[in-house]
Structures are given as C-alpha cells and as structure tokens.
Nanobody, 125 residues
C-alpha cells in the first residue's frame, strides 16, 4: 500500500511562487505525478516524475513555470511553481502509480491508483 500526504499550499499573489511537497510512505511506485482540480473543472495532470530514472513531464499549461523534483532520502516529491496565475487556483493532488504507459499518457489520472488528500492553492490577481 502507498500513502501520500501533500503540503505547502496556501494563498499567493499572481506572479508569486509556491513549493508543494508530497511525502510517500509504503513502497516506491514506478511513477508519481501532480494533478490539480479547479472549481467546476475536471482534474488535470500538471507534472509527472519517474523516481528511478528522474525523467519528468509537464503539461503545456505549466511548462517553463513549474519544476517537479524528488528527495529520495525523504521519500518526497516536490512541485516548484513560479509565475503563478489566477487560473492556477485549484486543489493540487499528489498521485502514484506503476502502470506502464506511453509518454503521452503519463498525465492521465486513470493510470494512478494512489492519491493524496490534496492541498489548496489560491492565486489572487
């Protein structure tokens, strides 16, 4: 079993930065990712990470403004978000899964079977 706990959310002004953390307990999965769900919208993938190889993938909407990283010793994954926009207001979720998927599918939530409880990020203009 895998448990995921996110932290680091909060209010931030547009143009500001925020770093989210996700601490994992249990076994190490093949892949981890960040998703977000804005009010009234579907959950969408933000970034994915393969912990063993270090490969990362980003949604077009955050490319160049977000960086996903990990700390093996701390069993943690991070999402550094810069130049935040009001449309970035959402609940951000950490997810983990081990399905083998094509690169273009790494940000599809159906491939993740472990989820955290989410952390709220609110970006004000």
């Amino acid at each position: 079993q895998v448990q995921l706990v996110e932290s680091g959310g909060g209010p931030v002004q547009a143009g500001g930065s925020l770093k989210l953390s996700c601490v994992r307990s249990g076994y190490k999965t093949l892949r981890m990712a960040w998703f977000r769900q804005a009010p009234g919208k579907e959950r969408e993938g933000v970034a994915a990470l393969y912990p063993r190889g270090g490969s990362t993938y980003y949604a077009d909407s955050v490319q160049g403004r977000c960086t996903v990283s990990q700390d093996d010793a701390a069993n943690a994954m991070y999402l550094q978000m810069n130049s935040l926009k009001p449309e970035g207001t959402a609940v951000y979720y950490c997810a983990a899964g081990s399905s083998l998927v094509r690169r273009e599918s790494v940000l599809e939530q159906r491939w993740y079977n472990f989820w955290g409880q989410g952390t709220q990020v609110t970006v004000s203009s």
